[in-house]
């Protein structure tokens, strides 16, 4: 039977639910007044009306407020006329290649992706010429009116490992397994479209995946035909394989120098949780210290401990291998990520594929860091409007800046003059794939055609 087979039969018990609670306001209305008993029918004069007790006005509830777009002006980006705009140009046309060929939104882009073949891609006065007359810049603003944000940083770690488990390489990388559920609730609820759950069967019951200490158990007390996954390969360190995870995506190197990218494929549903926060709050780390190297010294200095730490983050991704080319990994757009070009942002507030103006600044340094970059990648700890992570690449250098980046900062979001800002919602720019771990039953957007993050709650797919 297929995994989906069992859902529409829901359908039927919405109007009894309906039902029994337009019911239940409608006695909890009234039970605070009760009528006396009727008088005999043969009495003249009728007993006085009951009196009840004022009823306290309904006050309607208040609109929750959410991350937003404000529009802007040119000169409210600081460093704009002096970018090098060529630098950016062919991570833009990444963008439109994907943007414009879209059934849903793609109206929108198909006019300025047009426009921008004839614009000479060397010339830096010509492309800014090109945004400021087909473009209009946004704030992104937080739900409490912040236009400052936090900046983060990812890249594409190398690790070692092999195709067969030996003495050394003993942590599997692992396929998707075969007994993920997952439910797409847009199916049931047009409402809830782009959302979907992540789970496991037992019997008739659909019950949370495995989380990553379950996981981590079954592979130690199962027969490896019987792990939630298929190892596609074996890698020898367990803190290098977690921040992967954490990536999205990775290249692995073999004994013949050989090298294997592999990317995010799937998730089990549980929400992610910083270790790193986890190590300040119990005093091991001060904050300062809290990088991806200093975790990484930590589980170094700390081995009889550090499998209790990496558990305590339930979340864990479920990898493919990638056809291997010298471009950057493939993004939640769809298209390659271009090292110190490429953004991740929360599709639900930015639109994937949009240029973004970031005004930061580089990690550790006060040197300002005001570029133009390209929405076209997501992950799980990116939530909100004025959050975003800066892709810098692959490799060791790129991981030491990534590592290290947690700076503030400012996105100006570059929409279509014909675009509103209100038609921006994230099922019209839904991700098409996945590269980054996601949040456990949060929301988040999906993949064009397929079933980034985590909980039986509701998730929306990066």
């Known amino acids: 039977m297929s995994r989906r087979a069992f859902l529409p039969r829901h359908r039927r018990f919405l109007p009894r639910i309906v039902l029994s609670l337009a019911l239940l306001s409608s006695c909890s209305l009234h039970d605070s007044c009760v009528a006396p008993e009727p008088a005999p029918v043969q009495q003249a004069v009728c007993p006085p009306a009951p009196v009840c007790a004022p009823q306290a006005q309904a006050t309607p509830p208040s609109t929750p407020q959410v991350p937003r777009l404000e529009a802007g002006t040119w000169d409210d980006l600081v460093g704009w006329r002096e970018e090098r705009f060529t630098e950016a140009w062919g991570a833009f046309r990444e963008s439109c290649r994907k943007l414009s060929g879209r059934e849903e939104g793609g109206a929108d882009w198909r006019g300025v992706c047009a426009a921008a073949e004839a614009v000479d891609p060397l010339d830096d006065k ?4 090109f945004f400021e007359a087909r473009f209009l810049p946004h704030a992104a603003v937080e739900a409490d009116g912040r236009r400052d944000g936090l900046i983060t940083g990812y890249y594409e770690p190398l690790i070692r490992g092999r195709r067969a488990r030996d003495a050394q390489n003993t942590v599997p990388v692992l396929g998707v397994p075969a007994d993920l559920l997952i439910i797409e609730l847009g199916d049931l609820y047009p409402d809830l479209k782009h959302r979907r759950l992540r789970g496991r069967l037992a019997g008739n019951r659909v019950l949370p995946y495995w989380s990553r200490e379950e996981i981590d158990a079954r592979l130690e007390t199962l027969p490896q035909h019987e792990w ?127 240029p973004v103006w970031l005004q930061t600044s580089y990690p550790n340094r006060p040197q300002p860091l ?15 409007g004025a959050r975003a992570d800066f892709f810098w690449g692959f490799g060791k250098a790129a991981g030491e800046e990534a590592g290290r980046m947690r ?4 996105l100006w979001v570059l929409l279509p003059k014909a675009k509103e800002v209100k038609e921006q919602p994230s099922s019209r720019l ?33």
Do not use: C
């Open 126 to 129: 010509a492309i800014r010429a």
């Open 228 to 354: 939630p996954g298929k190892p596609l390969l074996w890698v020898q360190d367990p803190v290098e394989f977690f921040y992967l995870q954490i990536q999205g995506s990775g290249r692995v190197e073999l004994p013949d120098g050989s090298r294997v990218r592999i990317g995010y494929a799937e998730q089990n549903g549980h929400p992610y949780a910083s270790i790193g926060r986890l190590l300040v709050e119990a005093g091991e780390l001060k904050p300062e210290e809290a990088s991806m190297q200093g975790i990484q010294l930590w589980g170094r200095t700390h081995p009889e401990r550090l499998r209790a730490l990496l558990n305590r983050n339930p979340s864990y991704v479920f990898f493919r291998v990638q056809e291997h080319s010298e471009g950057g990994p493939i993004g939640a757009l769809g298209v390659p990520l271009t090292p110190g070009r490429s953004l991740a942002v929360d599709p639900r507030y930015i639109p994937l594929g949009a």
């Open 370 to 384: 005001r570029r133009l970059m390209l929405a076209q990648d997501t992950g799980g700890a990116i939530k909100g």
């Open 407 to 410: 700076q503030e900062g400012r």
């Open 430 to 462: 839904e991700p098409t794939h996945k590269t980054r771990s996601p949040t456990v039953f949060t929301a988040i957007p999906a993949k064009d055609g397929r079933a980034r993050p985590e909980r039986p709650e509701v998730s929306t797919d990066e």
